[in-house]
Nanobody
Framework: QVDLVESGGGLVQPGGSLRLSCAASGLIFRVYDMAWYRQTPEQPRELVAEITDGNIIEYSDSVKGRFTISRDNTKNTVFLQMNNLKPEDTAVYYC????????????WGQGTQVTVSS
């Protein structure tokens, strides 16, 4: 059984920082591409950042320069460092794991709420 467990969400003031973690189990972590998505009640789920098994990284334009994705294959964990947070970053953040081109090997976490408000 594959589990992706996110942590680190919470309430933060604009301009503040949070670090999300996603601990994976039940899979060979190092061969998976990992990503963070986010979703609000008003918007569909959107890609925030991705890091491939080869450490190729991509960010959405809305978070470039503020968010940093990283992974630790020794701990089966992917991180999202979020700096200079804005109210529009408020969303549920989801961890995602996949092996590209293999639809049966796509997994989601349960999500963690991030709220940016003064």
């Amino acid at each position: 059984q594959v589990d992706l467990v996110e942590s680190g969400g919470g309430l933060v003031q604009p301009g503040g920082s949070l670090r999300l973690s996603c601990a994976a189990s039940g899979l060979i972590f190092r061969v998976y591409d990992m990503a963070w998505y986010r979703q609000t009640p008003e918007q569909p789920r959107e890609l925030v950042a991705e890091i491939t098994d080869g450490n190729i990284i991509e960010y959405s334009d809305s978070v470039k320069g503020r968010f940093t994705i990283s992974r630790d294959n020794t701990k089966n964990t992917v991180f999202l460092q979020m700096n200079n947070l804005k109210p529009e970053d408020t969303a549920v953040y989801y961890c995602f794991a996949e092996i590209e081109g293999v639809p049966d090997l796509r997994f989601w976490g349960q999500g963690t709420q991030v709220t940016v408000s003064s």
